[in-house]
């Protein structure tokens, strides 16, 4: 069973910057590259938000406006890793982060939708202190 596990979130005041860090592990039957991923993040009681996919060949997707400018996912096949620069944080980017890779996927034009993607991990908090 493909194995997606995030880290690096944390406590960060207002203006800070965090790194989150997702590895890809248990991959048996294809290869990183195969795999579109994707950032997204949610708050108790709304809907899981997307950050931002990459696939590989390709350009990440477009971000939400509420973190455009601030946010840059980063893949690195390398190491099965995919990253999430995160700047200038608000506390409205105060949620659980999860990643989540989507076999085949292409980041077409419904890359936000969760039923995409087959593997998730467990998420990683971060909470921004104004």
């Known amino acids: 069973q493909v194995q997606v596990v995030e880290s690096g979130g944390g406590l960060v005041q207002a203006g800070g910057s965090l790194r989150l860090s997702c590895t890809v592990s248990?991959?048996?039957?294809?290869?990183?590259?195969?795999?579109?991923m994707a950032w997204f993040r949610q708050v108790p009681g709304k809907e899981r938000e997307g950050i931002s996919c990459?696939?590989?060949?390709?350009?990440?997707?477009d971000r939400p406006d509420s973190v455009k400018g601030r946010f840059t996912i980063v893949r690195d096949n390398a190491n099965n890793a995919v990253y999430l620069q995160m700047d200038s944080l608000k506390p409205e980017d105060t949620a659980t982060y999860y990643c989540?890779?989507?076999?085949?996927?292409?980041?077409?034009?419904?890359?936000?939708?969760?039923?995409?993607?087959?593997?998730w991990g467990q998420g990683t908090q971060v909470t921004v202190s104004s």
């Open positions: 248990r991959l048996t039957t294809a290869n990183f590259a195969s795999y579109a």
């Open positions: 989540a890779a989507n076999f085949g996927g292409l980041c077409g034009a419904l890359w936000y939708a969760t039923y995409q993607y087959q593997h």
């Open positions: 990459v696939r590989w060949p390709g350009r990440p997707t």
